[in-house]
């Protein structure tokens, strides 16, 4: 009957029980997690989800929301109960706003990233978020797990560039809070209960996002340095010779570039001498690359650069970048690895590195590292080739996860922690962290009906 309901409320577009056409929303990005559901929802308006987390609030079954499936962690697929219902958001894709004097755009969650992009960019403005599964990841997912990517450096994560949020409660309610304020000192910010909250605690319907003039023409740096320490003491140096104009600080390492190379038609290899680390950067400083040369030039005479390609073109720039995101499926072509998405303070992540080394090599002799990563905001995927399951993978990540937190990071920066790190909240959050997070989840989702089994 429940099923019944719910098909006429979204209406003959908005269903599919089809086992071919849900197979894409029961499988994640990875193919790590497998579910079933019995039937897979796409509403088409903010009322059509309110009606139907209502109705299934009312008959007490569980629902996972969707937008790209992108998760890293699992996170936007149903356990395997068949008991769960998917809420794909991919049909509400309009941009209902955009005001160009307040820099602010008002989107539907299930706008693709890049198309808030683009739109952006139509009117002259720039919509800062960027990540390599911009072109199908959505919005809404991209709130619901606060997502950081390559430009955070400059311009935050995805909680620092939204301003409004709508979303629907486990009841049914939809809370508008759709502003599109700087300031607002009104009471609780309750938008952020939803930002970072993986669809435990509401749905996201829409959300008004900040906008950035459009720094126009960047330039596109590769640099290859001797070591990840050189690497955090050049972020220094250039944001001491050319300020905030960093928009992007990516670090690779030698062995993810061949990773790449290997896996990925068309990337090309960047220098003709191999090192072990490489920099990827985008700076918004406009024809005016003067000062940046100069910066780079006094990089190389202190020995904190090799080499440094600057990408003479805009196809150029797209090409190096591509390589960059890339990197995430050419790990997935390459076999199974576990998965270390670990953020540590900028300062410490040479001795991260360091340390890590030698726990791999003392737990796991020979398995292969694949670190790369957001260094200028101490994020970094200390991937391993390994087979997960096995007790010597949980030694692994046991050993990476203290080691990030012992020297004040934290085991999830920037992916969620979804059904992969349940386990780990509870160990490395302290007692009175979870508990006021189970107060807000019982608060918010009595029924524990919205995405269970995830976070915690
Ligand atoms: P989904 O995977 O569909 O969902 C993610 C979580 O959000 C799930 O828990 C889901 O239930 C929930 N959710 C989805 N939509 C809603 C909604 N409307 N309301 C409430 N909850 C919702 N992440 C980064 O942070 N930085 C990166 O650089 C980065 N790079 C990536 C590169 C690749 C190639 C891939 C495959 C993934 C990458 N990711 C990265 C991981 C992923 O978090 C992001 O792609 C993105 O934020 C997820 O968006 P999505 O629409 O695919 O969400
Ligand atoms: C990236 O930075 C993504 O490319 C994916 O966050 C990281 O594959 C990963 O571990
Ligand atoms: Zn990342």
Not at 189 to 217: W, Y
Not at 327 to 356: C, M, N, T, W, Y
Request: glycine share 10%; hydrophobic share 45%.
């Amino acid at each position: 009957m429940l099923i019944e309901q719910l098909k006429s409320i979204v209406g003959p577009k908005g269903w599919t029980s089809d086992p071919a056409a849900m197979a894409p929303s029961l499988v994640d990005w990875r193919g790590a997690f497998h579910g079933s559901a019995p039937i897979v929802l796409s509403p088409a308006s903010t009322d059509e989800v309110a009606a139907v987390v209502s109705a299934c609030a009312a008959a007490g079954v569980a629902i996972v929301p969707q937008g790209g499936n992108t998760s890293m962690c699992g996170g936007a697929v149903p356990d395997e109960s068949g008991q769960q219902i998917v809420l794909r958001l991919g049909r509400m894709n309009r941009i209902r706003a955009l005001d160009t004097e307040n820099f602010s755009i008002e989107v539907e969650a299930g706008c693709i990233l890049e198309h808030i992009q683009i739109a952006a960019r139509k009117a002259g403005r720039l919509f800062a978020l960027s990540l390599g599964a911009e072109g199908s990841c959505q919005i809404g997912g991209n709130l619901a797990t606060n997502a950081g990517g390559i430009n955070v450096i400059r311009y935050g994560t995805a909680r620092a560039q939204t301003l409004g949020l709508e979303a629907v409660l486990a009841d049914g309610t939809v809370i508008n809070s759709l502003r599109s304020l700087r300031k607002d000192t009104a009471g609780y910010d309750l938008k952020q209960l939803f930002i970072g909250s993986e669809g435990t605690l509401g749905i996201i319907t829409a959300a008004t996002l900040k906008l950035f003039p459009d720094p126009g023409l960047k330039t596109t740096v590769l640099i290859a340095i001797e070591s990840s320490g050189a690497a955090v003491r050049l972020l220094s140096h250039l944001r001491r010779s050319i300020g905030d104009s960093i928009e992007a600080f990516e670090l690779i390492s030698g062995y993810v570039f061949g990773l790449v190379d290997r896996h990925i038609p068309a990337s090309v290899p960047p220098f003709a001498t191999e090192f072990p680390w490489y920099v990827l950067a985008n700076t918004a400083c406009g024809d005016d690359t003067g000062s940046l040369e100069q910066a780079l030039q006094q990089a190389v005479e202190a020995n904190l650069a090799g080499d440094a390609i600057l990408a003479k073109s805009a196809a150029e720039s797209a090409a190096l970048w591509r390589i960059r995101h890339s990197i995430a499926e050419a790990e997935r072509a390459a076999g199974k690895a576990l998965k270390h998405d670990v953020a540590v303070p900028v300062s410490r992540i040479e001795e991260f590195l360091q340390r890590g080394d030698r726990l791999l090599a003392e737990l796991a002799p020979g398995a292969q590292l694949i670190a790369f990563g957001h260094v200028g905001d101490g994020n970094l995927h200390y991937n391993v080739a390994m087979e997960p399951g096995s007790e010597q993978a949980a030694r692994v990540t046991e050993a990476i996860y203290a080691l990030a937190t012992g020297l004040g990071g934290s085991f999830s920066a920037e992916h969620g922690v979804g059904r992969l790190k349940r386990e780990y909240l509870v160990q490395y959050r302290n007692e009175s962290e979870i508990e006021l997070m189970r107060t807000l989840k019982r608060a918010m989702d009595p029924l524990n009906i919205l995405n269970p089994g995830k976070v915690i």
